[in-house]
């Protein structure tokens, strides 16, 4: 196929996926936690704070770097235009990921499979939800598939320049997510194993320079970062995971549950296999993970596609690990953690799906010319496509969090019957976010009890009765008050319910508690 043809179909999915991540964040209630981080961190950014932006910021700095540029394009004060800001950046960069994923399907399975993955990729509604959300994953994987991509290049010849280019992706991707590493370790093991397979391997002279350029490459681009931060990452889980400190405690606020203090550590990898396996299946759906399985059926032999299987093994597995490490210290993981697992498997479906139909063709119609079978797959392949959309349609263009239009309602409400200088105790942050209220989240829950200047709390239905310490704790600083204003003023199904309380004077009921558990993941 010709360049220009392979830019039309790239030009055709990219205006695809445009129209579905518009469609979704005008229909999406920005809830995540982390959206208010990457938000403040674009502020400090523009405010010139780079110490405060870079140095002693929780996150890395590319995707809030992103947001400040866009919100200097595109003007405008005030919480909607940062919120804006930051799902423009997360959408222009979900846009062009259709590049390094068409080119990825491209390098490893060939034509017939590029523009399927990407299709089979956006048809997953987890994609599509999380590019429309204020969330860093979607500029982490547009430099993440794009190393991947390079990577796989540089393994079909060892030319130099790909090597080049994907240690800069890589580091590109770290300033995004400290995971980037992974991505030149897992090359690195790569060149290592080649030593044990003599026809997968580079010509010595070749492999040499492969390998200083992966030693010295990353710690060039990497290591000042790495010095400023004092490691690789300052949120908690990464220290938990690599083991440098103590796992998350039974009731913290990142916990999908609480833990049992007498759960053996056999039983919490078991937990926590079970989990990522649920996750694996939300990002990638059980019938496209099937089809990733049959292209393994369908796999060459040559020796680049050797090389390619192996570093693609080692990325695949290695996160799998990680994600199972992360949930048994730190109790979370959730479908969008395995989208690094998900991007390649769901090419490899793509490349399942494929072979499935030219076998079908081959077996049943080998009478045809060979434009014929080529229709009769294409015809095939629309008829699968349209199962897709029968069976993820409705997910794949629904609002996103609707159940939270009352925090923004909330907030609002705040802007409007609160003094500026209000003191709210907000646990989720994004009342005090859209009603530009000073306020109290998890980490400073300890101090909102005890202040007895707390004007507000709003909080929805699932704070004030869950088991959690911070719902004990919310329940002790509400009392016996009642809500002054409640959105939606009266309960829905599948809607959470949030209420404004005022409090006057010195806090009722005001008991004792120890300092939150709460953590950033």
Not at 206 to 211: F, H, I, Q, S
Not at 240 to 247: E, F, H, I, K
Not at 315 to 330: E, F, Q
Not at 421 to 428: E, N
């Amino acid at each position: 196929m010709s360049l220009q043809h392979h830019l039309i179909r790239i030009g055709l999915l990219m205006s695809a996926v445009a129209a579905l991540l518009i469609w979704l964040a005008l229909r999406t209630e920005v809830m995540y936690g982390d959206g208010l981080r990457y938000v403040a961190q674009a502020q400090a950014i523009e405010q010139g704070s780079w110490s405060e932006a870079v140095a002693r910021a929780v996150d890395h700095p590319a995707y809030p770097l992103a947001i400040a540029t866009v919100h200097r394009l595109s003007g405008g004060n005030g919480p909607i235009a940062w919120q804006a800001a930051a799902q423009a950046a997360s959408m222009i960069v979900g846009v062009l990921l259709v590049i390094p994923l068409y080119l990825f399907a491209l390098e490893l399975y060939g034509t017939p499979t590029a523009w399927l993955a990407c299709v089979l990729t956006f048809l997953v509604p987890l994609t599509g939800h999380v590019l429309a959300d204020v969330l860093a994953e979607g500029t982490f994987l547009l430099f993440w598939m794009t190393g991947c991509w390079t990577a796989l290049r540089f393994l079909r010849d060892g030319r130099t320049v790909w090597l080049v280019a994907t240690i800069v992706f890589a580091g590109l991707a770290y300033m995004t997510r400290p995971e980037g590493l992974l991505l030149p370790l897992a090359l690195t093991g790569t060149l290592g194993l080649m030593v044990c397979r003599p026809g997968l391997r580079f010509p010595w002279p070749m492999w040499g320079r492969a390998v200083l350029l992966l030693s010295a490459g990353p710690l060039l681009l990497a290591g000042p970062y790495v010095v400023l931060k004092g490691g690789i990452g300052t949120k908690p889980a990464v220290a938990r995971l690599l083991g440098l400190s103590a796992r998350s405690p039974a009731m913290a606020v990142e916990r999908e549950r609480p833990l049992d203090p007498n759960q053996s550590t056999l039983t919490t990898y078991v937990v926590a296999g079970r989990a990522v396996a649920r996750a694996v299946l939300g990002a990638v759906s059980p019938p496209l993970l099937v089809l990733a399985i049959v292209s393994l059926f369908a796999a060459g032999g040559n020796t680049d596609r050797g090389r390619k299987d192996l570093f693609l093994a080692l990325i695949l597995v290695g996160w799998l690990l990680a994600l199972v490490r992360l949930h048994a210290t730190g109790g979370y993981c959730t479908p969008r953690h395995a989208l690094i697992f998900a991007l390649p498997a769901l090419a490899a479906a793509a490349k399942g799906l494929d072979f499935l139909v030219d076998r079908l063709t081959a077996r049943f119609f080998a009478g045809a010319t060979a434009r014929g079978r080529a229709q009769l797959s294409g015809a095939m392949i629309g008829i699968c496509l349209g199962a897709g959309m029968v069976l993820y349609g409705r997910d794949l263009i629904a609002p996103i969090n609707p159940g939270f239009r009352g925090y923004r309602q909330a907030g609002e409400w705040l802007a409007a019957h609160s003094p500026r200088d209000a003191r709210v105790l907000d646990l989720k942050g994004w009342a005090t976010f859209y009603g530009e209220r000073a306020g109290y989240t998890f980490e400073e829950l300890a101090q909102a009890e005890h202040d007895p200047g707390l004007g507000w709390i709003v909080a929805h239905d699932a704070l004030l009765i869950g088991p959690w310490y911070y719902c004990e704790a919310l329940r002790r600083v509400v009392g016996d008050r009642s809500p002054v204003q409640s959105f939606p003023a009266v309960r829905r199904p599948e809607i959470a319910q949030v209420h404004i309380f005022e409090v006057s004077g010195r806090l009722a009921r005001a008991g004792s508690m120890p300092a939150p558990d709460s953590r950033r993941r």
